[in-house]
């Protein structure tokens, strides 16, 4: 194939649009022109990865998915979730708290960084995001929520126990 013959699609922008994404004040996305729908697209196919166990590539396209529009919740929730999976716990956390600050009542979030509070022993924190997932979807229809639900009750548990322990073992 001659490549003199070969056409390369260009992007063909005026010196503003050019400023506004070097500015930030646009996303890579709207700049070549990929419509939220589109980038929705590209997510489920990323999130069937995701359920096929397929978690490297399931990143890949979340990782590109943050670079085209990094001011989306969902995606920087959904590349946290990978990277949770992948017990990269340092990058998990980053992408939830990112996730946050675009939408602070994203349950799925706000339950993943919870979670690495308590990991990490923090557990003010952990369990201020995790009563915030909670308060979002009271009705507990999100299985983060669920998980969220469980790990304050263990907490309570354990709490608990360890007040029964402390007032048997006082001589």
Do not use: W
Not at 4 to 15: A, G, L, V
Not at 22 to 41: D, P
Not at 69 to 84: A, E, K, R, T
Not at 140 to 150: F, G, L, P, Y
């Amino acid at each position: 194939m001659n490549s003199s013959k070969e056409h390369k699609p260009r992007i063909k922008t005026s010196n503003e649009e050019k400023e506004q994404l070097i500015l930030g004040t646009t996303t890579v996305a709207e700049y070549v022109g990929l419509s939220k729908e589109q980038m929705y697209a590209i997510a489920n196919q990323g999130y069937s990865l995701i359920q096929q166990g397929c978690l490297q590539e399931a990143k890949k396209i979340y990782k590109g998915l943050v670079a085209a529009d990094p001011y989306d919740s969902v995606f920087h929730c959904q590349l946290g979730g990978i990277y949770f999976q992948l017990k990269d716990i340092d990058n998990a956390f980053r992408e939830y708290d990112a996730a946050i600050r675009f939408n602070l009542s994203n349950v799925d979030a706000l339950a993943g960084r919870g979670e690495i509070y308590l990991m990490k022993g923090k557990f003010e924190d952990g369990i201020a995001d995790l009563r915030k997932a909670l308060e979002n979807d009271p009705n507990a229809e999100k299985q983060s929520t669920i998980r969220a639900r469980a790990l304050l009750f263990s907490l309570m548990q354990n709490t608990q126990d360890d007040t029964v322990d402390s007032k048997t073992n006082i001589n």
